[in-house]
């Protein structure tokens, strides 16, 4: 993902690398507190901060085949038969922005899963420096394994008060592609929203092997209604990959949609980064809600 070592140079300590935490500290860490070395500084104050009242929130631990998975889960206290919700975080892993993401949905009915999708590879609030982290952590997991991770994902939420038939998924940057390719590898999934994932393949550090698809080699055959929303300045994904995404989108029947920001860039959500733009950062939010349950999740 070479765009965003462009845009976030100006943000990433460029210490050297220290040491990765090992998975024994990964797996005791909480999820959903501070923030990844690699995205600092962050703004003096994020602007949302959702409370617990009413909820049940915080980590629990899913087996994916002997490996265990943290989540950080959110769900109206005492109640069952949710609708699910999928929250697919960026490279910067499960941290205090995801957290409130998932609550926020919680506030909405929902039961919402925010898995940390890179406890095999290593922690990636270890890595102060963002190309560190992605060469380290982010370019060797594999497609497979995530989908595998989001299935596991939504195995526990039937078990525990989820309604699997009501399910969607969402996701920021690198969890935007994931939101795409989730939709179409999970027939249960009703709906999806992608904020500003990659569409096409990277011009350099794309690995084949490890993921073998974009979001627009599915697009013709998505059975699935994806809502992208995505920034006009953003420096990392350009306005043709958007283009040729919906050209590909009207070959299949979809109807997935896009909304393109224009005065927004990349990570515009992200109200703990300089890079957030509130009126946009609002409306979308609106608008995937209204996404969603406009198809049944």
């Not at 845009?7 to 300590?13: A, I, P, W």
């Not at 104050?45 to 085949?65: C, F, P, S, W």
């Not at 989108?249 to 509130?278: I, M, Q, T, W």
Request: with cysteine; aromatic share 8%; hydrophobic share 45%.
């Amino acid at each position: 993902m070479p765009h965003m070592k462009e845009e976030f140079d100006s943000l990433v300590s460029r210490t050297p690398l220290s040491e990765p935490v090992g998975r024994r500290a990964f797996m005791q860490a909480t999820l959903g507190a501070g923030f990844a070395a690699a995205v600092l500084p962050v703004m003096a104050q994020t602007v949302i901060k959702t409370d617990g009242d009413g909820l049940t929130a915080g980590q629990i631990e899913i087996d994916v085949n002997g490996q265990c998975m943290p989540v950080y889960r959110a769900q109206p206290t005492g109640k069952s038969d949710l609708p699910v919700i999928l929250v697919v975080s960026e490279i910067f892993g499960v941290h205090e922005h995801i957290a409130d993401v998932a609550r926020r949905f919680a506030k909405q009915g929902y039961l919402a899963l925010a898995p940390e999708l890179f406890v095999r590879q290593g922690d990636p609030r270890a890595y102060p420096a963002l190309g560190d982290l992605i060469a380290k952590v982010i370019n060797k997991v594999p497609d497979a394994q995530v989908m595998g991770d989001l299935d596991a994902c939504v195995a526990w939420a039937r078990a525990h008060g989820g309604n699997a038939g009501k399910l969607g998924v969402t996701g920021f940057c690198w969890g935007g592609r994931i939101a795409w390719l989730y939709a179409a590898h999970n027939p249960r999934v009703k709906a999806g929203v992608a904020w500003y994932g990659r569409l096409v393949a990277s011009t350099s550090g794309n690995n084949p092997a490890l993921t073998p698809h974009q979001p627009i080699d599915i697009a013709a055959s998505l059975q699935v209604p994806v809502l992208g929303l995505y920034g006009g300045k953003d420096g990392g994904i350009g306005q043709d990959s958007i283009e040729q995404m919906q050209a590909a989108l009207a070959k299949g029947d979809s109807h997935s949609e896009f909304v393109v920001y224009p005065n927004s860039g990349h990570a515009f959500f992200a109200d703990y980064r300089p890079s957030y733009v509130e009126a946009d950062a609002l409306d979308g939010w609106q608008r995937c809600l209204d996404w969603f349950r406009a198809h049944g999740v």
